[in-house]
């Protein structure tokens, strides 16, 4: 028999899966930074109910000087 009659003739085995690689375990950040636009108490309170500390610009002018 040839070489090629016989692989068609031996039962094909699949192909062995690679090893996964495991993911990161997703962490919660400890803080989230955000700017004047997100400075609403609705927010702040989703933030705290997931254990993040908002670190959120007030409202209003900027304090920034213009020259």
Request: aromatic share 6%; glycine share 6%; proline share 10%.
């Amino acid at each position: 028999m040839s070489v090629e009659l016989r692989s068609l003739m031996e039962p094909s085995l699949p192909e062995p899966r690679p090893k996964s690689v495991r993911a990161r375990t997703r962490r919660r950040p400890d803080a989230v930074l955000a700017d004047g636009g997100y400075d609403y108490d609705r927010y702040r309170r989703l933030l705290w109910q997931r254990g993040i500390r908002p670190v959120i610009a007030k409202r209003g002018p900027s304090v920034s000087r213009s020259a």
